[in-house]
């Protein structure tokens, strides 16, 4: 688990404002994911991204969310006009490739809270 | 399209016993990789262990293994020699390496052990 580094642990952000969180994958990781997990549920996949590159967005919501992974510097996922609903806790994850048995490793989370 | 099930919400076990954590999947792909991660209170994944789909043992971490029993599209956690701190939710993952399938997570069960 240790490696993946996830800023901040904690945002709160009144409705209409932006959030930004921020994930720097391990070292040596150049694929990163992006999962959101509402309370007493698991994990719910979103976004699939490589350098410069969005792989897979099949969970991200339609509107107001975006995410990148730039070459230089960490991967971001934005939440515009953020609502109620968004409330949650924002998990990162890298692994080193997509081949088998690459170990897929998370980092602590960004939870979220829309007042 | 992959699933995986978690059929038991809670466990209780006692301290120093073992705790079988059930987890079944299900997939057309030949190829698939299968973890389990325990988020303690504090939030964070912990990654615990990964099973193959080609990996002829079963995998073993220190007190945790992984009853894998491809026919029947199970992959149990078992926890031996539980302790205090084993207390937590446990998920159980899939991902399939064919195509850009992300890693799809079970709904967790949470273990509780009790002294």
């Known amino acids: 688990n240790a490696g993946v580094m996830q800023n901040p642990r904690h945002l709160v952000r009144r409705r209409g404002q932006e959030a930004r969180l921020r994930c720097s994958p391990m070292?040596?990781?150049?694929?990163v994911y992006w999962y959101r997990q509402l309370p007493e549920e698991g994990l719910k996949f979103m976004v699939y991204?490589?350098?410069?590159?969005?792989?897979?967005e099949s969970g991200m919501p339609k509107e107001r969310f975006s995410a990148e992974f730039p070459k230089e510097g960490p991967s971001i996922l934005r939440i515009q006009q953020v609502v109620r609903g968004d409330s949650a806790a924002y998990f990162c994850a890298s692994s080193q490739s997509r081949s088998s048995g690459n170990t897929i490793y998370f980092g602590e989370g960004s939870w979220l809270t829309v007042v | 399209a992959q699933k995986i099930t978690q059929t038991q919400p809670g466990m209780f076990v006692q301290e120093k016993e073992a705790v079988t954590l059930d987890c079944t999947y299900d997939t057309s792909d030949p190829s698939y990789g299968l973890f389990w991660y325990k988020q303690p209170s504090s939030g964070e994944m912990i990654f615990l262990i990964y099973?193959?789909?080609?990996?002829?043992q079963n995998a073993t971490e220190g007190r945790y293994s992984l009853n894998f029993q491809k026919a029947r599209k199970s992959a149990n956690l078992v926890i031996s020699a539980s302790q205090l701190g084993d207390s937590a939710m446990y998920f159980c993952?899939?991902?399939?390496?064919?195509?850009?399938?992300?890693?799809?997570f079970g709904k967790g069960t949470r273990l509780s052990v009790i002294a």
């Open positions: 993952a899939m991902r399939s390496y064919s195509g850009n399938t992300p890693l799809v």
């Open positions: 991204l490589q350098k410069e590159n969005i792989i897979d």
């Open positions: 070292k040596g990781h150049s694929h």
């Open positions: 099973q193959g789909s080609y990996d002829q």
